[in-house]
């Protein structure tokens, strides 16, 4: 079983900054592709970043230039540094590994964590 925990999440001022943590805990052989998602209220999760297991990156259009997505595969930690944060960037975020375990693949999630974005 593979666990993963975000954290980081928080009230910010518009403007602001924070850094989203995810470690990923378990039974884990490899973890391919990692990222993050998000969901505000009343909306579908979109996709905001992945990075594969060699460090490639993509982004959302409306976070380039002020997120950025890392991962330490020693620690299989996925992070997210976001900042000129915007109200509209208020949502639960989520993450996801792609974790190869006992010969099989899985698509795991965290629970979410709450940033909001607000004067």
């Known amino acids: 079983q593979v666990q993963l925990v975000e954290s980081g999440g928080g009230l910010v001022q518009p403007g602001g900054s924070l850094r989203l943590s995810c470690p990923a805990s378990?039974?884990?052989?490899?973890?391919?592709?990692m990222g993050w998602y998000r969901q505000a209220p009343g909306k579908q999760r979109e996709s905001v970043a992945a990075?594969?297991?060699?460090?490639?990156?993509n982004y959302a259009d409306s976070v380039k230039g002020r997120f950025t997505i890392s991962r330490d595969n020693a620690k299989n930690t996925v992070y997210l540094q976001m900042n000129s944060l915007k109200p509209e960037d208020t949502a639960v975020y989520y993450c996801?590994?792609?974790?190869?375990?006992?010969?099989?693949?899985?698509?795991?999630w965290g629970q979410g964590t709450q940033v909001t974005v607000s004067s």
């Open positions: 990075i594969t297991s060699g460090g490639s990156t």
């Open positions: 378990g039974s884990i052989f490899s973890i391919r592709n």
């Open positions: 996801n590994a792609e974790v190869v375990m006992n010969g099989a693949l899985y698509d795991c």
